[in-house]
């Protein structure tokens, strides 16, 4: 089956009560047993909900995984993978990354017992000299958020699997539709699908897809236990917004190449960071890992100032001043005191990551409109 269709059928049937071909929204705590411990395969809602199952059994299906784990935010879905590990135990992470991330990581998880590497990744072979015997975890993004930076899942999982350590890759930024990073080598995926699966910036949601039976079981467990699940009306909202996933994404992919293009032309724009442009560092790796390049890229202007990129970000009048991505419409973003302002400001200035730094999130509106917008808030 085809990734179109099966966004839009597998893991989904028709409601056997009623034949509704929309999942019905379980809106309910608790379910009768027709005795102690008999049950139709239901008994709390924490603990299992037939909305969410069947959302998370879609998402295994288009990640080509076989376990699908819903959360209520992708920065749930990332704590619950963090709690497989055990105090002293490492983590091995690219220097670049979502700024909820490193602070789940560093001010939450540190004071468990837990190091934390952050590292280039770009060059695979820079994680070998982190790897002892108590790394235990690595995390991949990639494409990275916000400089758009390629990290090798082939490769990096290889060198993994050498050394029996897990690799868990955010797959957010390419959503399944451009990357499947369990076909890679990678045992871990996970989505804020919040963003691009969702696509509609009306939801918060997160999820895990794997295929190894006991690790399932583990963070099965965790989210079980831990309780940091979705209600059915945020699973209904994501398996709403899977049926539209790949239509959302060519235009997303088609827009997002076309003001890649017009910023590196306009003469008052400086870098723009995109991992479609050929002589862009992971051009290679990410043509042969991913199906499109996708709708974020971020970019700077060559008056280099902070004030000059405020002037901008207050200026635009399609794209919306607000933090997230991957919604229908497009966003633009001040990574530095937005997303990514719980970064010590030396960590991100090391990475590359300027206080001028803006971020965009391409929508599916008329790419000429947004140049136009674009154009006149650059001035």
């Known amino acids: 089956m085809k990734l179109a269709t099966k966004l839009i059928h597998a893991g989904i049937e028709p409601d056997p009560s009623t ?48 376990h699908g784990l819903c959360f209520s935010s992708g920065v749930a879905a990332t704590d619950a993978v963090i709690k497989l ?3 002293g135990n490492e983590v091995i992470a690219g220097n670049d990354m979502y700024g909820g991330t490193y602070r789940l990581f560093t001010k939450v998880f540190e004071k468990f017992g837990i190091k934390f590497h952050f590292i280039d990744m770009q060059d695979p072979e820079n994680i070998r000299r982190f790897i002892n015997s ?108 899977l049926k539209t996933l790949h239509v959302r994404m060519e235009r997303h992919c088609q827009n997002g190449e076309k003001i890649a293009h017009f910023l590196r032309n306009h003469p008052k724009v400086g870098k723009v960071f995109w991992c479609g442009f050929e002589d862009h560092p992971g051009f290679a790796v990410a043509s042969k890992q991913m199906r499109g390049f996708g709708g974020m890229m971020s ?56 206080d001028s730094l803006i971020r965009l999130s391409i929508g599916i509106e008329d790419a000429g409109d947004l140049m136009d917008d674009l154009n006149q808030a650059i001035g």
């Open 19 to 66: 034949g509704a071909i929309m999942t019905p929204i379980y809106q309910t705590s608790t379910y009768v047993q027709e005795a102690p411990g008999k049950n139709k395969g239901y008994e709390y809602a924490r603990s299992q909900n037939p909305t969410r199952k069947v959302l998370e059994n879609a998402l295994a299906a288009i990640e080509n995984g076989t």
């Open 85 to 87: 590990l055990e105090p």
């Open 134 to 241: 108590q790394t235990k975890l690595i995390w991949i993004e990639t494409p990275t958020n916000p400089l758009l930076n390629i990290v090798d899942i082939s490769a990096v999982s290889a060198i993994a699997r050498e050394f029996s350590i897990l690799t868990c890759v955010d797959n957010t930024f390419a959503s399944p539709f451009l990357q499947t990073p369990l076909d890679l080598g990678a045992d871990i995926v996970l989505h804020s699908a919040t963003k691009y699966l969702g696509g509609h910036s009306d939801v918060i949601h997160g999820c895990l897809v794997l295929r190894d039976d006991a690790l399932r079981e583990k963070l099965y467990f965790i989210q079980k236990s831990c309780g940091a699940v979705p209600g059915p009306q945020d699973c209904f909202l994501v398996l709403r917004g």
């Open 299 to 354: 970019f700077t202007l060559k008056d280099d100032s902070v004030e000059t990129a405020m002037k901008l970000l207050s200026s635009t009048r399609v794209f919306s001043l607000a933090e997230s991505l991957g919604g229908v419409e497009s966003l633009i973003n001040h990574p530095a005191t937005m997303t990514h302002a719980s970064i010590p400001r030396e960590e991100r200035i090391k990475n590359g990551l300027g």
